[in-house]
């Protein structure tokens, strides 16, 4: 999660960022509270871990075909518990 995708989900006006200043459709400056951004990006910083950790999705149907589905689970939360929402 980047800043400038963190301030266009907190303010749904904002359809342009350049550096830290935000506009919308019209080009009009749109303020926005840094603290606000800087929490989304924290809440959601746990998906970019998950997914760069997640085996790739033909190791993931390899490890099902030979080692189960049980096996799959148990990597799968081995992920999701070090990286929790």
Not at 31 to 42: K, M
Request: hydrophobic share 40%.
């Amino acid at each position: 999660m980047n800043k400038h995708d963190a301030i266009r989900a907190v303010n749904s006006s904002v359809v342009t960022v350049r550096g830290d200043d935000a506009f919308d459709a019209d080009g009009n400056p749109v303020t926005y509270d840094e603290t606000v951004v800087q929490a989304y990006i924290d809440a959601h910083a746990y998906i970019a871990k998950r997914q760069a950790e997640y085996p790739s999705l033909p190791d993931q149907f390899d490890l099902i075909y030979h080692q189960g589905l049980e096996a799959w689970k148990t990597a799968i939360q081995a992920v999701k518990d070090k990286y929790p929402k």
